[in-house]
């Protein structure tokens, strides 16, 4: 299963970019069957939610300087 998530944080007034990214993931399928691949789907968005946490929280750290 191969995941990717593309996000931009855009200033609300100003629909200026503030920041973007684009996240992948590559999660091997166990069991090749329909429940096998949501498996492997789950635990892909389970780290995509993970990086995406990381990069938005190291934005918050970096404009709080």
Do not use: C, W
């Amino acid at each position: 299963v191969k995941l990717r998530l593309s996000i931009q944080i855009v200033k609300n007034n100003s629909n200026l970019v503030i920041a973007s990214r684009t996240f992948t993931i590559n999660m091997p399928v166990e069991k090749v069957s329909p429940y096998g691949m949501v498996q492997a789907a789950n635990r892909a968005t389970a780290i995509i939610m993970q990086r995406l946490l990381y990069f938005i929280y190291s934005l918050h750290l970096n404009s709080a300087d």
